[in-house]
């Protein structure tokens, strides 16, 4: 069974700092994995779909990898802004699941003024 | 990509009652998906909805909790039944089509009482 883990849980940072986030999976097979923005209370905004062939992909200050033989992708983000401030989750889309996604529990970012 | 409409976007209900959720997309999916998220938790998959068929659910769902329609490729219901306060969540669609990216609606936000 699939299982998503993304550390740290919670970041704070000052304004303008680049950051990285981290997300992991235990089963290669997977087709694809999206970086999603969730602010309380609300839906998910989808910010990056790094298929299983590609590396990384970019948009704007944000560019997210994917390293499939070992399991990992990050997303960086560059000069933080205090609109930054959000739960940032990863999920996969495995091989034969049926397009369903497994979700990690997300990284809760804080970017202080 | 594709636009979501979910509603309501929350309720507050009283414990025995049903809440139904709508979910109308602005373009043909193949696939649609609900949801669950349950306070500080991350997404859990709870069925995938089948045009014209009965939904797949996944393990710890039951149709009789959380009956499904999907009536055509951009419309798609999810009842809460017989709610308790274990029911309170955010509940959110999804639809992508095959292992394109995955969008989501805004999410419902169910207090039960």
């Known amino acids: 069974k699939q299982e998503v883990t993304q550390i740290p849980a919670a970041l704070s940072v000052p304004e303008g700092e680049n950051l990285v986030l981290n997300c992991s999976f235990t089963?290669?097979?997977?087709?694809?994995l999206q970086w999603f923005r969730q602010d309380p209370g609300k839906g998910l905004t989808s910010l990056l779909l790094?298929?299983?062939?590609?590396r990384e992909q970019t948009s704007g200050r944000l560019n997210a990898s994917l390293d499939k033989s070992s399991g990992r992708s990050t997303l960086y983000i560059a000069a933080s802004q205090p609109g930054d401030s959000a739960t940032y989750l990863c999920?996969?889309?495995?091989?034969?699941?049926?397009?369903?996604?497994?979700f990690g529990k997300g990284t809760l970012l804080t970017v202080n003024p | 990509s594709a636009v979501i409409s979910q509603k309501p976007s929350r309720d507050i209900c009283q414990r025995g009652t049903s809440l139904t959720i709508q979910c109308q997309v602005d373009?043909?999916?193949?696939?649609m998906f609900w949801y669950r998220q349950q306070p500080g938790q991350s997404l859990t998959l709870i069925a995938t909805?089948?045009?014209?068929?009965?939904?797949?659910?996944e393990s710890g769902f039951v149709i009789d909790k959380f009956p499904i329609s999907r009536p055509n490729l951009t419309f798609s219901t999810l009842t809460v039944s017989n709610m308790s306060p274990e029911d309170s969540s955010i509940y959110l669609c999804?639809?992508?089509?095959?292992?394109?990216?995955?969008?989501f609606g805004q999410g419902t936000r169910l207090t039960v009482v």
């Open positions: 999920a996969v889309t495995d091989g034969g699941s049926n397009y369903k996604l497994t």
């Open positions: 089963d290669s097979a997977i087709y694809n």
């Open positions: 909805a089948n045009q014209g068929s009965e939904a797949t659910y």
């Open positions: 790094i298929q299983s062939s590609q």
């Open positions: 999804s639809g992508r089509v095959g292992d394109t990216e995955a969008f």
């Open positions: 373009s043909q999916v193949t696939m």
